[in-house]
């Protein structure tokens, strides 16, 4: 299939949200994309949720916690206390604590009084775990040779560091009697999907990975050359940082979703659609008659042209032109596919 990388990613993203875990009954999942560490940023991310624990994370409203906020929603008291012998030691100073209390108290995620000259919080509601599982799964629709050499090194640190519970690369299917990614030089640890269409295979099941044992960032390794006698280097993860980020990049995950992408694409040209095809709404540019990428979709394209006002004047129900009613309709996707909600 002739298609982008980005595209390919959108596909994925749509089939993990409706089919996950692959030959296995269905499990409550959020996906994400384009989301990791500053080091390392993963195509497709799965998290797998317990729907019931998710549906009391939403107690804290739509937006992310960050790990400040965290820090604080999930060690302030059941009682009123004084918020400095009530919290442990952030590490940071502690005006910021007093920074994100006041922003909790704002959201409405946390009770806030003032007792004379001290600042008093109390628990609103329990922060739940809601994460189970986290996947981690890289989109290459054409996984030829060099395609795979330059993946094996990003995958043997995904391992190595294991962050996720698991690593899967995507690709096309071939057809073939025996899957060219299975002959690629990808790490036995990482499995590997095969896609037809909205339909994908396990062509190799992966290795789970110990994400409460101590990993291991490769910062830097030897070229491999005959001459190279150069030492890697690495430092360990601690399991507790390790957490921290999972719990990071869930709570991302939980307020971007996957169907996002409008807002690094410019939905308001005259050009832009989103059209079905099957289960899949995809964006689709009417001047180049090609689904375009998220890269190609900007103020620059020499075929932009903003809706004319008229379009966001007459004939729209809703405020807005057609750019606004195709980001309304992502949003509203987004939020029934959610776990728990029925699935259309």
């Not at 940023?41 to 019931?52: F, G, H, L, P």
């Not at 992310?64 to 999930?74: A, E, P, T």
């Not at 560091?161 to 299975?182: C, F, H, I, K, Q």
Request: aromatic residues 10%.
């Amino acid at each position: 299939m002739d298609e982008s990388e980005f595209v390919f990613e959108l596909r994925t993203c749509r089939w993990a949200e409706r089919r996950w875990p692959p030959g296995d009954s269905e499990r409550a999942v959020l996906v994400a994309r384009q989301l990791g560490t500053k080091r390392r940023r993963w195509d497709t991310v799965v998290i797998e949720v317990d729907a019931d624990a998710l549906a009391r994370r939403a107690n804290f409203g739509r937006d992310r916690l960050d790990g400040d906020m965290l820090h604080l929603v999930k060690h302030a008291p059941e009682e009123w206390e004084w918020y400095r012998d009530a919290l442990p030691d952030p590490g940071y100073p502690w005006r910021y604590v007093r920074e994100t209390i006041h922003e909790a108290d704002d959201r409405g995620i946390l009770d806030v009084r003032k007792n004379g000259n001290r600042l008093e919080i109390r628990r609103r509601f329990v922060y739940p775990d809601w994460v189970r599982r986290m996947v981690a799964i890289e989109n290459k629709p054409d996984l030829d040779a060099s395609a795979a050499r330059n993946l094996r090194p990003q995958l043997e640190r995904d391992v190595a560091l294991s962050l996720a519970d698991e690593v899967w690369v995507a690709t096309n299917r071939t057809g073939e009697r025996v899957e060219p990614a299975l002959l690629e030089s990808i790490p036995v640890e990482a499995g590997i999907l095969t896609f037809d269409g909205h339909d994908a295979d396990v062509a190799w099941y992966p290795r789970t990975l110990d994400v409460n044992a101590t990993g291991t960032r490769i910062l830097e390794r030897p070229s491999g050359g005959k001459y190279d006698q150069s030492a890697a280097r690495f430092e360990y993860v601690s399991p507790e940082e390790k957490r921290r980020k999972r719990l990071a990049i869930a709570e991302r995950a939980y307020e971007r979703g996957w169907r996002t992408y409008t807002r690094t694409m410019r939905p308001d040209c005259r050009h832009f659609e989103l059209r079905r095809e099957d289960e899949l709404v995809l964006p689709y540019c009417a001047a180049k008659a090609c689904h375009q990428t998220a890269r190609e979709c900007s103020g620059r394209c020499p075929s932009f042209e903003p809706e004319p006002p008229a379009w966001r004047q007459k004939g729209w129900p809703i405020e807005g032109g057609p750019g606004k009613a195709n980001k309304r309709l992502l949003e509203s996707r987004r939020e029934r596919f959610r776990p728990g909600e029925a699935k259309r």
